[in-house]
């Protein structure tokens, strides 16, 4: 079928009643939307049989594909799969394969099978079942007239595994759908407004079949090229084309590419060269460090913080002049570069961030507004810094003050390990 | 009018393509929910006039109230006003309250104002007209045949400002809602089916019109008490009673009320007693330095934290014996009641929290698979210390120590300063 369109159906008191946010309905429509099937209507309903039925035909009336998540759990609440069964005129017959992922999942949880289990290996007698591999309600796959239905577990990864592994591969096949390519930038350190004046003339001149989309969040800005139909290879090489034209213009701020972490990246760049990294925080609060030992196997490249929240904690712990923080203030250039300096050679690593600031609400004075934050690198060929000033907000201030920090030492990185610096 | 039904309109393709998570739905779901108004159906639509129309139209025919968000900025995309302007058959006409409303607040910004900010101010002339307090458009309410159709704009912060000061106590009025009082118990410490079979007898025994809701998330489960009818006064006596009894089942698990968080909780105990704490973390890497240091205001009660997350930094910066790690290991009683001695005393502190465990994937053993945590806490009057057994998930067993971790210090305060510990 050609340009199809599809509803996201999401069932579920928990989220009418804002218990729960309906993060399926983003999921599922980003990856349609990947794969060129536009979502056309996301609707959230009870678990009512009435209402899923009516909701069911309304989609059908407007769209070719509706997939619906929820309402496929073993107690009495979901009666989604006996809806399905009298709107499709199904039976309801045992699944032998069905039965035995249940009691195989089961079983790898010390958990036993129970009659509710058992009663989620009956499947309606006119679908294509789809195998769960991270639970124990199975999916189903109608159709009707050319037009799909597909339904699938509530559960969030129980849904993306189902997706992932056998739902999207499938609705490719059966919708023909359009050779889609897409590749995410990660961009840090630029305003997406800076951004966007200065990639003005590249993104004027992308071909045709390319387009352009910001993500922006607080501290990066993801680009998002996306490439259809034509030749997938020859496309690629456009996009490989493209990107190097836009590294060109804004050499520093590319920090990686499809959905990486600045954390992660700064990993693999010290892991790559046998390096390590201490922090030593004042207005970040312990954040940086939280955010570097979040990557999984953070222990090879990171050794520790010092995080010296009062002021007596960056004379005793980190050596800082006394002198130092009266005449220039805790956040100031001379403190965070004397901070990033002794971490380093207190906790013994190739590099030390240090960051000294005002996070807000309070702190700020005329001359140093709550926003106000010194980050300094240090590293065995010499100590740089940097005033920065943020907003008002103190989450988003320790936000972006720890990507800044990142950001900093993974620029210094790349210019004292140039031969390593990936191509693009 | 009573018993009242309600719908959702998102307005925005961003929520179609999953780029931007439907949060507003859900904030709104709750909140009418709380005021006694169920919502139906959440509708997420395209920006364009033809779908806007449709569903309204419909939402209109099912329910009593339809609450649009999005669709009202000042750029071309937006074309909400123009279709509701249509539907209601008004006329666009200039409002100078609201034009002085975005004056005032470009002002406050320093950004200029521009005609399509001054456009902004031109209103449908048979709408209720709500000021936005937090940004330049403003919000409609229509009323037809008894029904209501509320527009606002599409920014959660600038919804929010406007259903908390205008909307919500309005529905109120129109609505004539039944009393519903809600009283939020936050837990810790007790996992949901374990309180869950604790509570029971006290569960069944809820008097006629309350209700009970579980709302669990990692290391933390929210009971919602809600009240429905009869005199408000009598129904808060009544919640207090359930609390009371609540507490004598499950004296340390409740750690507070209605949303605040257990880093807040202990920073109001350590201020009422002029008391600090400091951290000695390895495997949460600094995630319970940033949780306390995102409460603004915790320089009064938070000095620092000593982030060891090499073995050799436990020696260097904490003192630890080399002996105890070599004999013990580094996730053991031994090491981890040194680690919170030793912070106390060198940073300075009345009390100390340390954590050493094993966060996974990697570093697990037969002995101490991943999920195995010890936490201390040290006092003036000694030194206590418990092991945990967490999951397989990294993410999850950081979040769950530090839980943990700061749910050790807050029992150990109220133990030691018996006569601050609220009564309920």
Redesign the interface.
Known sequence: MMNPTAEIITIGDE?????????N???????L?EIGI?????????DQPG?IRL?LQESLNRSDLVLITGGLGPTNDDRTKKTLCDFFQSRLIPDPIILQDIEQLLASRNVPVNPLNRDQALVPDNCRVIRNQAGTAPGMWFEREGKVVISMPGVPYEMISMMESSVIPALKDVFKVPVILQRTIMITGIAESVLASRIRTWEKNLPAGFSL?Y?PSPGIVKLRITARGGDAGAKLTEIDGLIHSLREIIPDAIYGYDEITLEETIGQLLMANGLTVV?A?SC???????L???V????SW?????????N??KE??LGVEPDSISRFGAVSREVVEQMAIQARI???ADYAIAVSGI?????GTADKPVGTVWIAVSGASGTGSELFRFGEH??RN?RKASLAALNMLRIRILKETAGTRPKY
Chains 1, 2 share one sequence.
Do not use: C, F
Request: net charge negative.
């Open positions: 989220i009418l009643i804002g218990q729960t946010i309906d993060t309905a983003a999921w599922v429509g980003e990856h939307s536009p979502v056309n209507r996301i609707i959230s309903i009870s209402e909701s989309a993500l922090t925080e970040t609060g312990g954040a940086i460090a939280s570097i030992t979040g999984p196997g953070s222990s990171y050794l520790g913080s010092i995080v010296a929240y009062a007596d904690l005793k712990l207190r906790m013994g996070a807000g609400p309070d702190g103190r989450g320790i």
